[in-house]
């Protein structure tokens, strides 16, 4: 599947994500149960990947 942006819809998108994990970050820390301390750690997981492939987007543009 292709997903076309513009430039403002990549930037905000990258905004939003890098937010939300510096937030999955100090969540992650103050999980007392490992269940979900493992579903946040593969949530932020996916999030890198796709602050990779948007940051990939505008290297390539």
């Keep these: 599947m292709m997903l076309e942006l513009s430039d403002k819809e990549r930037d905000l998108l990258v ?18 149960t490992r269940e979900f301390r493992e579903r946040l750690k593969a949530e932020q997981a996916t999030v ?11 290297m390539a543009a």
Excluded: G
Aim: hydrophobic residues 40%; aromatic residues 0%.
């Design 15 to 32: 905004q939003l994500l890098s937010t939300h994990a510096r937030e999955m970050l100090i969540e992650t820390r103050h999980t007392s």
């Design 48 to 58: 890198e990947s796709l602050l990779e492939n948007l940051n990939a987007m505008k």
